[in-house]
Structures are given as C-alpha cells and as structure tokens.
C-alpha cells in the first residue's frame, strides 16, 4: 500500500524538467539511499588513511554511541518532515525529559521506571500542545521556534537550585553503560534477520507466481543475503569489547518497530500520502489534521529517549541539556539521509544514515585533532548538497521555474 501511495504523490514527470527523469526517479526509489552510502564509504576511507585506527572496533563502537542521541532525535524529525512540518524544538525538549526523569529519581528517590515514565509522558504532552497549534495554522517553524525558546526557559525551573543533577553511580547512568552479552545479542540479530526474510519472502509472494526468478532473486534472495551480512557484521564489530551496547539496542529496536510502521501499515501510507499531497489526501478520507498530531507525538517520544539516553552516556544533566549543535545535527541527519524538507518522501533509515554522516566526520575530525571549524565547515556543507540534491530530486533542476 505505501508504494502504490509514494507512486500516487510523486511528483509528476513535467516538473522535473526534460533531462534525466528516468535517473530522477531511480533516486526517488530504491536507489535513494546510494548517493548517501557513497558520502559515507568516502568519509571513512578519508579518514581511516589519515588515521588507521579510525575503523578499529573500538572507535566504531564509539562512534555507535557517539550517534544514538542523534539518531534517536533524527528519528522524530522524519516523521514530522514526511508530513510536510518542521520542528526545531525536540532537542530542548529532550533536556527538559531528561532533567525531569533524573531530578527525580536521584534527588527525590522515585523509582527509575516511575521517573521516566512521567518525564517519557511530558515529552507526549509537550508536543500535543505544540501539535494542536499547528493543526489550527499557524505554521510549525513559528510554533516550534517558540517551543524551543519555552522549553529552554521550562529546563530552569525543573533543574534543581545547583542547575545540576549527576547521575553517576546509579541505575539512571546503566541505561547507557548497560551492555548485552555476545550470545543474546547474537540471537536477537538472528530473529531480527529471520523476520526481515519472512518479510522478504511475503514480498516476493507475487513474483514467485509470475514465474520470474531472476526478479525474485534480485528482490528476495539479494535483499535477504545482505541484510544478514550487515546485521552479524555490526554484531561482531560491536561486541568485542564486552557485548553489545544497550543504547544501539534500543536504536536499532526504535528503527526497526517504525520502518514496520511506516511501510507494512495504513498509517505508514496515510503519511507519505499527507506528505506528497495535502489536498489530495484530505479528498481521499485522510484525517489529515490527526496525521500531523500522530507524527508529533512520536517525535515527544523520540525526543523523551533521546534525552535519557543522552544524560545517562553524559552522566548528568545541566541548563546546557539538550543544547548545542544537537537540534541541527538531527535535522540535518534527517535531511543529509535523503528525507525531503518538502515532504512525502524519505525513509525511516534515512535518519540512521544521516546520523552516521554527521557523526562520522564530528568522530574524524575529533580523532585527528583537527579545530571544532572544520567540523562545522565538513557538515554544513553535506547539508548544503543534500538539500540541493533535494531540490533536483523534486523539480528536476536547481534553476527557479519561475524565470
């Protein structure tokens, strides 16, 4: 059903301009993420010849936990960008989740589950509030500019006289510093694996009838085959210093539920279709209005997550949480991994590929001791093509249509 509802809101083939709409449409499709694995493979080759231990296990690791908070973030962000919004508020959001949950499981001796659970359903909350006003009209830029500035503020008040709260030495800072032993993390990678080809083979039910094995092959065995090689590959890599770290658990289950949700379901379809037309959608019975509440509310979550996740690996939380680069880096991890700031089109692994990008050059740059300068300069300019590649993808042309 997504794919009939990604090929009803594509963009039709006149504003795409006469040259290359059959390349165009190849990037649109399966071939989305290709420009953005070959930035990647490029980044790591650059950098592991510079340092040769920059794809050592034990960095990549690092760089595995170094991206979670990102990812995480950049999750949320995909869902409210497919529906054609913004958010530049999510990061504070997470400093104010994170700060409620740790105040009160350290300084005020709540149970652990108990304090994130609360924090977990004020990120919901908070974002309902700020989702009902865009489904009223103002736009989300506005709405989520103030949000920002509001949770900013909001962080003050929930931190405690100190502005500190450390979470060192308790259960809070295991949710980072957790890890799964090499044999169950084995064994979860196997059912994820399994579960991928049950998917794979149901999707290859029709071409198995058509009698065409090359096609089943190339969409079935190939897709099957790959996937296997990544998932014990990361597997192995990660789990040499002590198993399996928690935070990419939780990353890789948190990408896992929502590209099933998005792809295998009728709210997946509703939201590309929201995304690619509005109008339209709102002809064909869509709630549209109750699509942009939802893809809200799962930034909330998201946003909830990555806080804990992000002052447990911090052990602690100040009126810098959720501060600095992060709101821009998963934005730009969202976009850099090929989700359109137009809507209606990207992926769920979008943001995990964007996150890689992004951190992959803060963790090169980092290694090699280079200035905080060449950092910024490396990502704002991945940016910069992404989106430019964006607007090829959707008009045909970087020119104005309008000359």
């Not at 998932?231 to 948190?254: D, E, Y």
């Not at 279709?273 to 959608?281: H, K, P, S, T």
Request: aromatic letters at 8%; hydrophobic letters at 55%.
């Amino acid at each position: 059903m997504t794919t009939e509802v990604r090929q009803q809101v594509a963009i039709p083939a006149e504003r795409r301009g006469p040259w290359g709409p059959r390349v165009i449409a190849a990037f649109e499709g399966r071939l989305h993420s290709v420009p953005v694995l070959m930035v990647l493979v490029a980044i790591w080759i650059y950098f592991y010849v510079q340092n040769s231990s920059y794809l050592s296990s034990q960095n990549i690791t690092n760089l595995a936990l170094q991206i979670v908070t990102t990812a995480v973030l950049a999750l949320g962000i995909v869902f409210v960008l497919l529906v054609g919004e913004i958010d530049l508020s999510s990061a504070a959001l997470s400093g104010v989740c994170a700060t409620i949950a740790a105040n009160l499981a350290v300084n005020h001796g709540w149970p652990l589950l108990a304090a994130l659970a609360l924090a977990f359903l004020v990120g919901l909350l908070a974002m309902l509030v700020q989702a009902s006003i865009v489904v009223f009209g103002v736009p989300s830029l506005v709405v989520t500019l103030g949000g920002s500035i509001v949770f900013q503020g909001l962080l003050l008040v929930v931190l405690p006289s100190t502005f500190t709260v450390n979470v060192g030495g308790t259960r809070f800072a295991e949710i980072a510093s957790a890890h799964l032993t090499t044999g169950i993390a084995f064994a979860l990678a196997a059912l994820g694996w399994i579960g991928y080809g049950i998917a794979c083979w149901r999707r290859g039910s029709g071409i198995r009838e058509s009698g065409s094995g090359s096609a089943w092959i190339a969409a079935v065995l190939v897709p099957f085959v790959v996937c296997g090689i990544a998932v014990f590959g990361i597997v192995t890599v990660l789990t040499r210093k002590g198993g399996l770290p928690l935070p990419v658990l939780i990353l890789a289950v948190l990408l896992v539920v929502a590209s099933y949700v998005t792809t295998q379901t009728r709210y997946g379809a509703h939201l590309y279709a929201v995304g690619g037309n509005r109008e339209a959608a709102k002809r064909a019975g869509i709630p549209v209005a109750r699509m942009v509440l939802y893809s809200f509310v799962i930034l909330g979550a998201c946003a909830a997550i990555a806080g804990f996740l992000d002052s447990a690996r911090l052990l602690g939380v100040s009126n810098s949480s959720g501060g600095g680069p992060l709101m821009l880096d998963a934005i730009a991890a969202a976009v850099v991994g090929g989700t359109s700031l137009f809507g209606g089109r990207g992926s769920i692994w979008s943001a995990l590929l964007g996150a890689l990008v992004i951190g992959s050059i803060n963790n090169g740059v980092e290694l090699l001791g280079y200035s905080t300068q060449v950092q910024d300069f490396a990502t704002g300019g991945v940016l910069v093509v992404a989106v430019a590649m964006d607007v090829v993808i959707t008009r045909g042309s970087l020119w104005s249509q309008r000359r």
